[in-house]
């Protein structure tokens, strides 16, 4: 009896495991020949691509109206209150930034910007200045808008104009000029910016996370308490 069951089990696996090698053979085939599909395919596209005139470059509205534009708007006047408007800042400053936020080696990025340092890395240096100059000729559209008590951004205009004495805070109208218009090419313009951008680069300065300012913006920081930084940022929205 127990013979007789091992001698059948010993045929079933025969005969089972003809047909799956058999198989196994003709995917075998089957790839083969998808292969030399695939590969004649690939022949031809190059063929064609090499007769075919390049692509020209993207221009900078292009890259401006495609990869940009998502975030900052077209025209550089971001209606996403976390995204900066670009639309009317000083060219050398927006160069300057794109350039600090490039990874160059793989090391840490000068201005450490996850998404903005993805989108620049393809970029050369001349797309940085022409980006730069295209975002500083676009009209600005104000599209910032400040929710804050009156009470809040009165204290923040006190502030940018006149500083703190007692704590040190510098005036950020010595800087940034009393309109916000900044001073080309070191100090940027900051009037009508959005008020949750402008907060948050006071805290990655205050951190030492954005740390392109040679110092003197995190030296500012340094003094200012959570309710001056707030109230500075809500003033600053609605400076036109
Ligand atoms: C996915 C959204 C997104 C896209 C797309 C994007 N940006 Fe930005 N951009 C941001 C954010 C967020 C910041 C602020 C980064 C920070 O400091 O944390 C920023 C900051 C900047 C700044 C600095 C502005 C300032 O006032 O300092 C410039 C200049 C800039 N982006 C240009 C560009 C350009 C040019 C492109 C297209 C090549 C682009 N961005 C694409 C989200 C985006
Ligand atoms: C001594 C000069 C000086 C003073 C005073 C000063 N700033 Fe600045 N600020 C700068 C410089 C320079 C930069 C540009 C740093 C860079 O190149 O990235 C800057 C950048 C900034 C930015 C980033 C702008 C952007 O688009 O990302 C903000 C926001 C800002 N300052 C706010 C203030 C506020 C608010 C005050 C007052 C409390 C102030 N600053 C006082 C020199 C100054």
Do not use: W
Not at 4 to 10: C, E, N, V
Not at 111 to 129: C, F, G, W
Not at 157 to 177: E, F, Q, R, T, W
């Amino acid at each position: 009896m127990k013979m007789i069951t091992s001698s059948a089990l010993i045929i079933a696996i025969a005969l089972l495991s003809a047909p799956i090698s058999a198989e196994t053979d003709a995917t075998v085939d089957l790839q083969d020949e998808e292969t030399v599909d695939q590969e004649t395919v690939a022949e031809e596209a190059v063929v064609e691509a090499s007769e075919a005139v390049p692509a020209a470059p993207p221009t900078t509205e292009e890259i401006a109206g495609g990869m940009c534009a998502g975030c900052h708007s077209a025209d550089g006047n971001s209606i996403i209150p976390i995204n900066p408007s670009l639309a009317g800042q000083h060219a050398g400053y927006l160069t300057k930034q794109l350039m600090d936020f490039q990874s160059v080696d793989g090391e840490t990025a000068k201005r450490n910007s996850a998404v903005m340092t993805a989108m620049v890395a393809a970029l050369t240096k001349e797309n940085m200045q022409e980006l730069g100059d295209y975002y500083a000729r676009q009209e600005v559209n104000h599209t910032a808008t400040s929710e804050a008590d009156e009470e809040v951004i009165a204290a923040g205009k006190i502030l940018y104009h006149g500083g703190n004495l007692d704590s040190n805070v510098p005036a950020c109208a010595s800087c940034h000029g009393p309109t916000g218009s900044g001073l080309p090419p070191h100090y940027p313009g900051l009037a009508g910016q959005h008020a949750a951008y402008t907060l948050t680069q006071l805290e990655l300065f205050n951190k030492g996370e954005r740390a392109n300012d040679n110092g003197v913006m995190q030296k500012v920081l340094s003094r200012m308490n959570a309710l001056e930084k707030k109230a500075v940022s809500e003033y600053i929205s609605t400076m036109r």
